[in-house]
């Protein structure tokens, strides 16, 4: 199944009789906060890496001074307008995900701002990523109950953030959840995932974890 750039399209439809990969975008399939930084560098900011948070660690370059709230929002806004001009995969994904759809269907879901689906699906396809696409900033683990339809076959998430994969263990117990953050040193600052999530370092691993999930 393919999406064209363009309008959102309806959210797709699985008929169940495969595994269901859902992926992440920003930091798992894309790499998102080092062409930020250099996105917000250009701007007249950047981005400190002192916690897990981008509210409070986006500064000033001129003083150092914390950018305000509103400021912040209009960065971001700026940032996804033009991501196309900034992102691009993260090292294995395209390699792996390719590998996996033989094995199972795949979408990707991404928390950000609908608004830009365009720019994101012609981005993607840009690289060969050319999975369906579902931008949502609503709980993921709702979404993702839905979209598997009480299908009897494993359904797995890749997400850089902890909640998203609780939300997703919470609605879909039997789910596997793996936790993978592209960026080393923010990665070493996210909260420990856990007892029932899976830890991947990059996307052999996570291609590791899938296949030994779905044999056994």
């Given at each position: 199944?393919?999406?064209?750039?363009?309008?959102?399209?309806?959210?797709?439809?699985?008929?169940?009789?495969?595994?269901?990969?859902?992926?992440?975008?920003?930091?798992?399939?894309?790499?998102?906060?080092?062409?930020?930084?250099?996105?917000?560098?250009?701007?007249?900011?950047?981005?400190?890496?002192?916690?897990?948070?981008?509210?409070?660690?986006?500064?000033?370059?001129?003083?150092?001074?914390?950018?305000?709230?509103?400021?912040?929002?209009?960065?971001?806004?700026?940032?996804?307008?033009?991501?196309?001009?900034?992102?691009?995969?993260?090292?294995?994904?395209?390699?792996?995900?390719?590998?996996?759809?033989?094995?199972?269907?795949?979408?990707?879901?991404?928390?950000?701002?609908?608004?830009?689906?365009?720019?994101?699906?012609?981005?993607?396809?840009?690289?060969?990523?050319?999975?369906?696409?579902?931008?949502?900033?609503?709980?993921?683990?709702?979404?993702?109950?839905?979209?598997?339809?009480?299908?009897?076959?494993?359904?797995?998430?890749?997400?850089?953030?902890?909640?998203?994969?609780?939300?997703?263990?919470?609605?879909?117990?039997?789910?596997?959840?793996?936790?993978?953050?592209a960026n080393d040193i923010f990665r070493a600052?996210?909260?420990?995932?856990?007892?029932?999530?899976?830890?991947?370092?990059?996307?052999?691993?996570?291609?590791?974890?899938?296949?030994?999930?779905?044999?056994?």
């Amino acid at each position: 199944m393919k999406n064209m750039p363009g309008k959102e399209p309806p959210v797709p439809v699985f008929d169940g009789t495969r595994a269901l990969i859902v992926s992440d975008v920003d930091e798992v399939a894309l790499e998102f906060l080092d062409p930020f930084n250099a996105f917000l560098k250009e701007n007249g900011y950047e981005l400190l890496p002192r916690s897990f948070r981008l509210s409070g660690n986006i500064v000033s370059l001129a003083g150092g001074n914390p950018a305000s709230p509103a400021a912040v929002a209009n960065l971001m806004e700026g940032f996804w307008r033009s991501h196309d001009n900034w992102q691009k995969p993260v090292r294995g994904a395209a390699e792996a995900l390719h590998s996996l759809s033989a094995v199972a269907d795949i979408v990707f879901l991404t928390a950000m701002p609908p608004k830009h689906y365009a720019v994101r699906r012609a981005l993607l396809d840009r690289y060969d990523l050319t999975y369906p696409l579902v931008a949502r900033e609503s709980s993921k683990g709702a979404f993702i109950r839905e979209l598997h339809a009480d299908s009897e076959h494993p359904v797995i998430l890749i997400d850089d953030m902890i909640y998203n994969l609780k939300s997703v263990r919470e609605h879909l117990p039997h789910s596997m959840a793996i936790h993978f953050m592209a960026n080393d040193i923010f990665r070493a600052m996210a909260p420990a995932p856990e007892d029932d999530m899976h830890i991947a370092a990059d996307w052999n691993e996570i291609t590791r974890l899938v296949l030994d999930h779905l044999s056994a």
